[in-house]
Protein backbone atom coordinates (compact mmCIF):
# COMPACT_ATOMS: atom_id res chain seq x y z
CA UNK A 1 0.00 0.00 0.00
CA UNK A 2 1.35 3.39 -1.52
CA UNK A 3 2.78 5.89 1.81
CA UNK A 4 0.64 9.26 1.76
CA UNK A 5 4.09 10.78 0.58
CA UNK A 6 4.13 8.23 -2.13
CA UNK A 7 0.67 9.52 -3.02
CA UNK A 8 1.87 13.40 -3.20
CA UNK A 9 4.62 12.58 -5.19
CA UNK A 10 2.46 10.64 -7.60
CA UNK A 11 0.09 13.80 -7.90
CA UNK A 12 2.52 16.77 -7.77
CA UNK A 13 4.93 17.10 -9.84
CA UNK A 14 7.83 19.84 -9.90
CA UNK A 15 10.44 19.66 -12.29
CA UNK A 16 13.49 22.20 -11.57
CA UNK A 17 12.37 22.61 -8.14
CA UNK A 18 12.72 18.94 -7.41
CA UNK A 19 15.80 16.97 -8.86
CA UNK A 20 13.95 13.76 -8.48
CA UNK A 21 10.90 14.84 -10.32
CA UNK A 22 13.03 16.29 -13.50
CA UNK A 23 12.26 12.88 -15.30
CA UNK A 24 8.82 14.39 -15.84
CA UNK A 25 9.34 16.86 -18.00
CA UNK A 26 10.16 14.70 -20.92
CA UNK A 27 7.43 11.79 -19.61
CA UNK A 28 4.95 14.51 -19.60
CA UNK A 29 6.24 17.23 -22.46
CA UNK A 30 3.59 16.56 -25.04
CA UNK A 31 0.88 17.17 -22.64
CA UNK A 32 2.10 20.35 -20.86
CA UNK A 33 2.63 21.47 -24.27
CA UNK A 34 -1.16 20.72 -25.91
CA UNK A 35 -2.20 22.33 -22.32
CA UNK A 36 -0.32 25.50 -22.64
CA UNK A 37 -1.10 25.97 -26.56
CA UNK A 38 -4.86 25.35 -25.78
CA UNK A 39 -4.95 27.40 -22.91
CA UNK A 40 -3.46 30.52 -24.84
CA UNK A 41 -5.49 29.69 -28.33
CA UNK A 42 -8.20 32.41 -27.23
CA UNK A 43 -5.87 34.82 -26.63
CA UNK A 44 -4.28 34.47 -30.29
CA UNK A 45 -1.90 32.25 -29.31
CA UNK A 46 1.10 31.75 -26.55
CA UNK A 47 3.75 34.68 -26.03
CA UNK A 48 2.19 36.78 -28.83
CA UNK A 49 2.44 33.92 -31.39
CA UNK A 50 0.00 33.01 -33.55
CA UNK A 51 -2.01 30.05 -32.52
CA UNK A 52 -1.34 26.63 -33.71
CA UNK A 53 2.31 27.93 -35.81
CA UNK A 54 5.39 25.79 -35.73
CA UNK A 55 6.88 29.03 -33.72
CA UNK A 56 4.27 29.24 -31.33
CA UNK A 57 4.96 25.30 -30.53
CA UNK A 58 8.65 25.35 -30.34
CA UNK A 59 8.42 28.67 -27.92
CA UNK A 60 6.26 26.67 -25.99
CA UNK A 61 8.47 23.42 -25.85
CA UNK A 62 11.46 25.63 -24.99
CA UNK A 63 10.29 27.10 -21.93
CA UNK A 64 9.25 23.79 -20.93
CA UNK A 65 12.89 23.08 -21.16
CA UNK A 66 14.09 26.40 -19.58
CA UNK A 67 11.39 26.76 -16.98
CA UNK A 68 10.66 25.39 -13.05
CA UNK A 69 7.45 23.48 -13.38
CA UNK A 70 4.62 22.99 -11.16
CA UNK A 71 2.13 20.16 -12.67
CA UNK A 72 -0.77 18.17 -11.16
CA UNK A 73 -0.57 14.61 -12.39
CA UNK A 74 -4.21 12.34 -12.32
CA UNK A 75 -4.67 8.63 -13.11
CA UNK A 76 -1.22 9.81 -14.82
CA UNK A 77 -2.21 12.75 -17.14
CA UNK A 78 -1.47 15.83 -16.41
CA UNK A 79 -4.56 18.10 -15.55
CA UNK A 80 -2.91 21.47 -14.64
CA UNK A 81 0.60 23.16 -15.50
CA UNK A 82 2.45 26.38 -14.09
CA UNK A 83 6.07 26.80 -15.80
CA UNK A 84 8.11 29.55 -13.64
CA UNK A 85 11.62 31.24 -14.23
CA UNK A 86 13.77 33.15 -11.84
CA UNK A 87 12.81 36.43 -11.97
CA UNK A 88 12.92 39.25 -8.89
CA UNK A 89 11.55 36.19 -6.76
CA UNK A 90 9.39 33.83 -9.23
CA UNK A 91 8.26 34.99 -11.53
CA UNK A 92 4.92 32.62 -13.06
CA UNK A 93 5.87 32.47 -17.17
CA UNK A 94 2.79 30.62 -18.24
CA UNK A 95 -0.29 28.24 -17.21
CA UNK A 96 -3.18 26.01 -18.51
CA UNK A 97 -5.44 23.48 -17.52
CA UNK A 98 -6.73 20.34 -19.56
CA UNK A 99 -10.14 22.63 -19.70
CA UNK A 100 -11.98 19.99 -16.61
CA UNK A 101 -13.50 21.12 -13.30
CA UNK A 102 -10.77 19.48 -11.82
CA UNK A 103 -8.04 20.62 -13.83
CA UNK A 104 -9.31 24.38 -13.09
CA UNK A 105 -9.57 23.12 -9.27
CA UNK A 106 -6.14 21.47 -9.62
CA UNK A 107 -4.62 25.14 -10.80
CA UNK A 108 -6.22 27.32 -8.11
CA UNK A 109 -4.54 24.56 -5.43
CA UNK A 110 -1.17 25.68 -6.86
CA UNK A 111 -1.82 29.39 -6.95
CA UNK A 112 -3.01 29.29 -3.21
CA UNK A 113 0.06 27.11 -2.60
CA UNK A 114 2.10 30.05 -4.65
CA UNK A 115 0.53 33.05 -3.29
CA UNK A 116 -0.57 31.96 0.52
CA UNK A 117 2.69 30.09 1.87
CA UNK A 118 3.95 32.44 4.57
CA UNK A 119 2.67 35.38 2.59
CA UNK A 120 3.81 34.63 -0.16
CA UNK A 121 7.51 34.44 1.03
CA UNK A 122 8.43 33.06 -1.70
CA UNK A 123 7.84 36.09 -4.35
CA UNK A 124 5.83 34.82 -6.34
CA UNK A 125 4.41 37.13 -9.71
CA UNK A 126 3.01 37.49 -12.52
CA UNK A 127 1.97 39.75 -15.69
CA UNK A 128 -1.91 38.22 -16.45
CA UNK A 129 -4.61 38.41 -18.57
CA UNK A 130 -8.39 37.05 -19.25
CA UNK A 131 -9.20 34.42 -16.97
CA UNK A 132 -6.52 33.74 -15.55
CA UNK A 133 -5.88 37.32 -13.91
CA UNK A 134 -9.60 37.10 -12.85
CA UNK A 135 -8.87 33.73 -10.80
CA UNK A 136 -5.27 35.54 -9.29
CA UNK A 137 -7.34 38.87 -8.59
CA UNK A 138 -10.63 37.45 -7.18
CA UNK A 139 -10.57 34.18 -5.79
CA UNK A 140 -7.13 33.87 -5.30
CA UNK A 141 -6.38 37.56 -3.93
CA UNK A 142 -3.59 37.82 -4.57
CA UNK A 143 -1.93 41.42 -4.48
CA UNK A 144 -2.22 44.46 -7.49
CA UNK A 145 1.34 46.05 -8.09
CA UNK A 146 1.38 49.35 -9.61
CA UNK A 147 1.50 49.55 -13.26
CA UNK A 148 4.14 52.69 -12.98
CA UNK A 149 6.61 49.22 -11.79
CA UNK A 150 5.51 47.46 -14.82
CA UNK A 151 8.70 48.76 -16.95
CA UNK A 152 11.22 48.10 -14.20
CA UNK A 153 9.96 44.72 -13.26
CA UNK A 154 9.80 43.38 -16.44
CA UNK A 155 12.54 45.48 -18.74
CA UNK A 156 10.37 46.51 -21.08
CA UNK A 157 8.97 49.64 -22.48
CA UNK A 158 5.29 49.88 -21.42
CA UNK A 159 2.09 52.33 -21.38
CA UNK A 160 0.14 52.88 -18.25
CA UNK A 161 -3.34 52.43 -18.35
CA UNK A 162 -6.29 53.12 -15.97
CA UNK A 163 -7.47 49.95 -13.43
CA UNK A 164 -4.03 48.90 -12.81
CA UNK A 165 -3.28 47.62 -15.91
CA UNK A 166 -0.81 48.42 -18.86
CA UNK A 167 0.52 47.55 -22.45
CA UNK A 168 3.23 46.64 -23.62
CA UNK A 169 4.89 44.45 -26.73
CA UNK A 170 4.71 40.54 -26.64
CA UNK A 171 5.81 38.58 -29.16
CA UNK A 172 5.04 41.66 -31.78
CA UNK A 173 1.89 42.13 -30.22
CA UNK A 174 0.58 44.98 -28.07
CA UNK A 175 -0.87 43.03 -25.07
CA UNK A 176 -2.87 44.78 -22.06
CA UNK A 177 -1.40 43.04 -18.54
CA UNK A 178 -1.41 43.01 -14.95
CA UNK A 179 0.55 42.43 -12.17
CA UNK A 180 -0.33 40.49 -9.44
CA UNK A 181 1.65 38.93 -6.63
CA UNK A 182 4.72 39.97 -5.17
CA UNK A 183 8.01 40.38 -6.91
CA UNK A 184 11.02 40.45 -4.48
CA UNK A 185 11.97 44.25 -4.13
CA UNK A 186 15.40 45.02 -4.81
CA UNK A 187 16.95 48.81 -5.31
CA UNK A 188 15.11 50.29 -8.24
CA UNK A 189 12.12 48.16 -8.42
CA UNK A 190 9.90 49.16 -5.63
CA UNK A 191 7.00 51.16 -6.29
CA UNK A 192 7.25 54.10 -6.53
CA UNK A 193 5.38 56.60 -3.93
CA UNK A 194 2.38 58.64 -5.13
CA UNK A 195 2.84 61.88 -4.67
CA UNK A 196 1.06 63.51 -1.33
CA UNK A 197 -1.50 66.25 -1.77
CA UNK A 198 -1.02 69.54 -0.54
CA UNK A 199 -4.15 70.29 1.67
CA UNK A 200 -5.17 73.92 1.42
CA UNK A 201 -6.16 75.45 4.70
CA UNK A 202 -9.04 77.86 4.71
Given amino acids: METFLQYLEEKFLNPGFNPDHNKYRELHRQEMHDILRDSYSKLGGYAGQKSGSDEESKLIHSDISNS ?3 A ?3 DG ?3 AVVLYKPSKG ?7 TDKSDQGSKDFISIM ?3 FKTQANARNVWGEFSGPMQHIIKNKIKAPVISPRSASELTGKETKVLRRNKYK ?8 TK ?18 KRKIKRK
Fill in 178 to 195: MILGKPKEEEGNKTPDRP
Fill in 90 to 96: RKIVAAG
Fill in 77 to 79: KIS
Fill in 68 to 70: HIK
Fill in 72 to 74: VRR
Fill in 168 to 175: RTIGGKRM
Fill in 112 to 114: KED
